[in-house]
């Protein structure tokens, strides 16, 4: 089945410990992004990637970073967590940024 | 800097009723795209537009795309409440990979 996977679904943790949420596509896309959702905000672009080795900064990249080894993987890691990185946090892929993407089922973070 | 703005933000009518949802910006953009989302999951693709001036019809739901790619719209006719839910657009502007999307508009539709 045609999918995005994002672990963990949920993860509370506390301020300043370094932690990395997983997403993986079986898709064989090329654009991988990262977005994170707040009320009253909308789905924000963290980070972008063409292909592998290929990153770009989204809108609100601070505090995050990314990376691209394998075509299928893009993990988001963030260094040291704060509390104004709360948010509901999507991956999505698609063949191009002209085409549909498709979204992971989400990741719920809180940072106390 | 919020390029794509959408109006109405809340939007709750009667079962069988019409309505329109816009998606304006001062970017023209490549293509525009429409998503759904339910509380809880990730959005999913309505429909894409890409040449402007373009109609797309899917079933009861009716889009536009500007024809400067500045603006689109959806048309809901004679909605249900199967039609509830948080509807986005979404594209790229000319010339950049970013992706941007819209305020949103929460619909609901009561039976």
């Known amino acids: 089945e045609a999918q995005v996977t994002q672990n963990p679904r949920y993860l509370i943790t506390v301020t300043g410990k370094k932690l990395t949420v997983t997403c993986s596509q079986n898709?064989?896309?090329?654009?991988m992004s990262w977005y994170r959702q707040d009320p009253g905000l909308g789905l924000r672009q963290i980070y972008y990637?063409?292909?592998?080795?290929?990153?770009d900064k989204g809108d609100v990249p601070e505090g995050y970073k990314v990376s691209r080894k394998e075509k299928r993987n893009f993990p988001l890691i963030l260094e040291s967590p704060s509390p104004n990185q709360t948010s509901l946090y999507f991956c999505?892929?698609?063949?191009?940024?002209?085409?549909?993407?498709?979204f992971g089922p989400g990741t719920r973070l809180t940072v106390l | 800097t919020q390029l794509l703005e959408q109006s109405p933000q809340f939007l709750s009518i009667q079962e069988g009723e019409n309505l329109t949802v816009y998606c304006n910006s001062s970017?023209?953009?490549?293509?525009l795209q429409w998503y759904r989302q339910e509380p809880g999951e990730g959005p999913v693709l309505l429909v894409t537009v890409v040449t402007g001036g373009e109609v797309k019809k899917l079933k009861r739901l009716t889009f536009q795309f500007g024809d400067a790619r500045k603006d689109s719209s959806l048309h809901i006719t004679a909605a249900q409440p199967g039609d509830t839910g948080l509807y986005l657009c979404a594209g790229t502007t000319s010339g950049t990979y970013k992706y941007i999307f819209g305020t949103g508009t929460r619909l609901k539709v009561l039976a």
């Open positions: 898709m064989n896309h090329e654009y």
């Open positions: 999505a892929s698609s063949i191009h940024t002209r085409n549909e993407q498709f």
């Open positions: 970017s023209v953009f490549s293509s």
């Open positions: 990637s063409m292909n592998v080795e290929v990153t």
